[in-house]
């Protein structure tokens, strides 16, 4: 698919893969974006998945017919986008690979291969007579050797995998052509759950990009960007600042049915407080995916489990784990929790609110044994204070 007058898409959408990276559920599949930059010289921009490379070459033929590819730039080395590489050099065997200092190296230790390749720095460019390339270092967005490559001509920036989102392309791959509707959740679970981690480096990366005057953005992951260019932007800078927008998730764990009732009553609260955007998640049923999404989205976050084994139940656990890896902070953190004989579960929730930046609403609710009706008012008052500090903005 043409893009510009020497710009071509060449990827691919797989539709087959249920977990990205073996985790992460596909609803919508997803696409491994590649993109050809022809002058009198041809580079490729990244290759996909090797399981689709025969349809990857007719791909590349179709764009460019029997014309030679000089040229291999690869901004991100996740096996993904760099799977063909092999077979790109059995196909071509002189194709000289365009990369990082650790780039190269993350090519010799993933596929060993030999043959020219050229080592580019931050601001370096290459000329391909007719098509100019600038290229920018953004290590760990999300990986050590990530940078984006520019256009310059086109002001087209080649991203990585930053400002990607899951989901295939279906039809067509430029966001004026697309009902982007389903992308944007996608877009946050894919940031929260593959970038979340590294805020502080997608923010140095979007640095090094203001000023630049950009009319695309290519990803290597879901559409390309023209017309919502600026709206992908400013959802990946909101969400690399931590800033959540007004709005609960609420997740509990329950393992008889007395915490779910209390997760129930802080609902009701929100509710009652006039809070209208929340989003419930019950561990086990939810996948942690949406569960870490929601906690990105929304800038309240109330947490209630059972006691296990004198810890915390062990699929809040992993929440808790999940976030502190991707070190979520400048969270409103509401707690509950129960108990047979020795609580301990509020007491791990409230140590997490902790961390981070993050500060503790309302009154933490531990329930012994059985709800009752006083845990009830407990909870909704919970629900309330922390409905009246998300609309209070504070």
Sequence with gaps: MKLTDHIWYVGVNDRDKERFEGLWPLPYGVSYNSYIVAGDKVA?????????????????????????IDYLIINHMEPDHSGSIALLRQWMPDVCIVGNRKTLSMVDGYYGQGGPTLEVTQGSTLDLEGARLQFTLTPMVHWPETMMTLETESHTLFSGDAFGCFGTLDGAVVDTDLDTAKYWPEMVRYYSNIVGKYGAQVQMALRKLSGVHLERICSTHGPVWTDQLQEVVKTYNRLSLYEGEPGVCLVYGTMYGHTERMAEAVAEGLAQGGLKRFAMHKLGHSDPSYIIADAFRYKGLVLGAPTYNNGLFPLMQQIVDDLQGRVLKNRLIGVFGSFSWAG??????????????NTLVGEPVEMKQGFAAADGDRGRALGRAMAERILSGK
């Design 44 to 68: 490729l921009i990244d290759t996909v998945d090797n399981r689709f490379f025969s349809q990857f070459v007719e791909q590349v033929k179709d764009a460019i017919g029997e014309r030679k």
């Design 344 to 357: 301990q579960a509020v007491k791990h929730l409230q140590a997490f609110a902790a961390q981070n930046g």
